[in-house]
Nanobody, 122 residues
Framework: VQLQASGGGLVQGGGSLRVSCAAS????????MGWFRQAPGKEREFVAA????????YYADSVKGRFTISRDNAKNTVYLQMNSLKPEDTAVYYC????????????????WGQGTQVTVSS
């Protein structure tokens, strides 16, 4: 599986941004997908995850109510809509394919995209 993230950029605090992750292959609808982020000098952290059909979503407490994960299986794409952005949301955002284990752990994912930079100015 190859993942290509896009849509990052520079946005003012309080603004919105949507990042996308396109997957190769014809089995995208078999994958639980997740988004993680890593800020400079910090460990990678879980942001959100979505089940195969998109019926169930999971969020980190820090983004709950502001971010929305969704997917379009016909387009092999998962999205992360980010609203009310804060400077502390600045990070490289990565999409990943879940393999096994907790959705909240990076070690549970076995394919990763290259990341897209999101910078939120104050």
């Amino acid at each position: 599986v190859q993942l290509q993230a896009s849509g990052g950029g520079l946005v003012q605090g309080g603004g919105s941004l949507r990042v996308s992750c396109a997957a190769s292959g014809r089995t995208f609808n078999r994958y639980i997908m997740g988004w993680f982020r890593q800020a400079p000098g910090k460990e990678r952290e879980f942001v959100a995850a979505i089940t195969k059909s998109g019926g169930t979503t999971y969020y980190a407490d820090s983004v709950k109510g502001r971010f929305t994960i969704s997917r379009d299986n016909a387009k092999n794409t998962v999205y992360l809509q980010m609203n009310s952005l804060k400077p502390e949301d600045t990070a490289v955002y990565y999409c990943a394919v879940h393999n096994s284990g907790s959705y909240f752990w990076g070690s549970s994912y076995n394919y990763w995209g290259q990341g897209t930079q999101v910078t939120v100015s104050s």
